[in-house]
């Protein structure tokens, strides 16, 4: 399957979402499902990301970033490019995009929307985050912002449905607090855990549906 063809099922496959069901895999263990936590929390912020997928080398990518170190609770995090959102935003999908621009350096104009993910609550950060998924036709380079991004990530697609690349570990908290078995992700050398990874298994389950498993 080409690439373009790929990108037309999976913006198909985007209008009927796998939802929570997905996300219980990679939870780190007692953790509520989104939907049921949400509803404790109290002055929850708004925030969306950008899961961005591009050719390389003939094969499909999508972007991961490594935050930069901070003092603060997703220092040093792999994640994707993303942000809180801010009163100019019209939606999450204008937060996600000027996100995008200022984290990585992608103009709007390159990404085209291919849909959305299931709404993923962070209970540490009191955040709700909208997942969105764009593609990226025209070519660009990316151009981190120092201050926030460590290190941009190109992983290829076909990594993330690969079963050799699920794990758990133990993983140590910015306070010193160590979770035990964690699920996550290897990817490119990193382990990607926490509400990425929840993100990331959703869309594995919408790459891996039958019409979709066929990755370069």
């Not at 690439?3 to 997905?22: D, V």
């Not at 912002?145 to 910015?174: A, F, M, S, W």
């Not at 010193?176 to 990817?187: D, Q, S």
């Amino acid at each position: 399957m080409d690439s373009s063809n790929l990108i037309l099922q999976i913006k198909k496959e985007l209008i009927n979402l796998p939802g929570e069901a997905a996300h219980i895999d990679m939870s780190p263990m007692g953790r509520e499902k989104s939907s049921q936590a949400i509803k404790q929390a109290k002055n929850v912020r708004q925030s969306a990301v950008s899961l961005v997928l591009f050719e390389k080398n003939t094969d499909l990518h999508f972007v991961l970033i490594q935050r930069s170190e901070y003092k603060g609770t997703h220092s040093k995090q792999i994640s994707f490019p993303g942000g809180k959102s801010e009163p100019e935003d019209s939606n999450s999908v204008a937060t996600a995009i000027r996100e995008t621009k200022e984290e990585i350096g992608i103009d709007e104009d390159a990404l085209t929307h291919l849909g959305k993910l299931t709404k993923v609550y962070i209970p540490v950060s009191n955040f709700e985050v909208h997942p969105h998924v764009f593609y990226m036709q025209q070519k660009q380079k990316f151009q981190k912002q120092i201050r926030e991004v460590q290190e941009i990530i190109p992983v290829p697609l076909r990594n993330l449905i690969n079963e050799e690349n699920l794990h758990k570990k133990d993983i140590e908290l910015t306070n010193g607090l160590i979770l035990k078995n964690v699920p996550c992700f290897l990817l490119n050398g990193k382990v990607v855990w926490g509400a990425t990874a929840i993100i990331l298994n959703e869309f594995k389950t919408i790459l891996k549906r039958k019409e979709n498993t066929s990755l370069h």
